[in-house]
């Protein structure tokens, strides 16, 4: 069983910046693949970025170039630095990993980018 979760929501000016992290238990966290996923109002759950055991990051189209995945595997801890943010990042944003067929998912925190 993995827990996740996540803190460092807000509301933020467009342009601005904010850090997302997301605390795991539960298991060898250095042996997961970590994701982050987002969900708008209204919308479906978009995948929006991916670190692998290994360190190697994929990005959705929509926010490459602004959004940085990273993990600290001596805290546990996988982060979403998010820079120039946009009005439609607004979303609540999910930690995500998964054990075989098994997903494991936050509760989530709320992102506003709004002046």
């Known amino acids: 069983q993995v827990q996740l979760v996540e803190s460092g929501g807000g509301l933020v000016q467009p342009g601005g910046s904010l850090r997302l992290s997301c605390a795991a238990s539960?298991?060898?966290?250095?042996?997961?693949?970590m994701n982050w996923y987002r969900q708008a109002p209204g919308k479906d759950r978009e995948h929006v970025a991916l670190?692998?055991?290994?360190?190697?990051?994929n990005y959705a189209d929509s926010v490459k170039g602004r959004f940085t995945i990273s993990r600290d595997n001596a805290k546990n801890t996988v982060y979403l630095q998010m820079n120039s943010l946009k009005p439609e990042d607004t979303a609540v944003y999910y930690c995500?990993?998964?054990?075989?067929?098994?997903?494991?998912w936050g509760q989530g925190t709320q992102v506003t980018v709004s002046s």
């Open positions: 539960g298991y060898i966290f250095r042996l997961l693949a």
């Open positions: 670190i692998s055991s290994g360190g190697s990051t």
């Open positions: 995500n990993t998964a054990l075989s067929t098994l997903h494991y």
